[in-house]
T-cell receptor, first 112, second 113 residues
Framework: GAGVSQTPSNKVTEKGKYVELRCDPI?????LYWYRQSLGQGPEFLIY????????DSGLPNDRFFAVRPEGSVSTLKIQRTERGDSAVYLC??????????FGPGTRLTVL | DAKTTQPPSMDCAEGRAANLPCNHS???????VYWYRQIHSQGPQYIIH???NNETNEMASLIITEDRKSSTLILPHATLRDTAVYYC??????????????FGKGITLSVRP
């Protein structure tokens, strides 16, 4: 079956613009995670959904970052008023009640 | 979740075994040891996990010390495609807020021809 997919694979935007990053988890996986990875660092946790609700959003850096998962499957990470420091690879993972986490290939965001 | 300590890098020759160490001296009794790897420009990939017994699968073996304070990931016959960053993570796998993976910097394994 298909793994976790993320779109777009690359996104270039200008400082101050709004962006949306999409994650399609493995079908049936109830848990969905967003991570951010800067060059040379390990992935950094942003937010975790269990079903439709955000169970833990403690990793969101500020209120410019927001994520939704309205039907408990696809999730969108939204970044308002992008800054150059937001440039990173954004990773999505899904899991079936923990145990194993499956990661997507990531979206590389570049803010000019 | 308990923290882990890994050396920053190591290398090994192609075809030889790669032994990647990890220290997790504060691990709790209900925490598992997970290993993930990340090949350049890809998302992290699951390798193996264990609680206290040694584990083996088609990718690797995981050796956990009896006191569970450290473990070793063994790639029995390393290939050039095994060049990657390897992350050792300890975590409970209950649902809820404790079920997120927390990554450190990992260990960069370079397999040389």
């Amino acid at each position: 079956g298909a793994g976790v997919s993320q779109t777009p694979s690359n996104k270039v935007t200008e400082k101050g613009k709004y962006v949306e990053l999409r994650c399609d988890p493995i079908s049936g996986h109830t848990a969905l995670y967003w991570y951010r990875q800067s060059l040379g660092q390990g992935p950094e946790f942003l937010i975790y959904f269990q079903g439709t609700g955000a169970a833990d959003d403690s990793g969101l850096p500020n209120d410019r970052f927001f994520a939704v998962r309205p039907e408990g499957s696809v999730s969108t990470l939204k970044i308002q008023r992008t800054e150059r420091g937001d440039s990173a690879v954004y990773l999505c993972a899904s899991s079936l009640t923990g145990g194993r986490w499956f990661f997507g290939p990531g979206t590389r965001l570049t803010v000019l | 979740d308990a923290k882990t300590t890994q050396p920053p890098s190591m290398d090994c020759a192609e075809g030889r075994a790669a032994n990647l160490p990890c220290n997790h001296s504060t691990i709790s009794g209900n925490e598992y040891v997970y290993w993930y790897r990340q090949i350049h420009s890809q998302g992290p990939q699951y390798i193996i996990h264990g609680l206290k017994n040694n584990e083996t699968n088609e990718m690797a073996s995981l050796i956990i010390t009896e006191d569970r304070k450290s473990s070793t990931l063994i790639l029995p016959h390393a290939t050039l495609r095994d060049t990657a960053v390897y992350y050792c993570i300890v975590i409970t796998t209950r649902g809820g807020a404790n079920s997120k993976l927390t990554f450190g910097k990992g260990i960069t394994l370079s397999v040389r021809p």
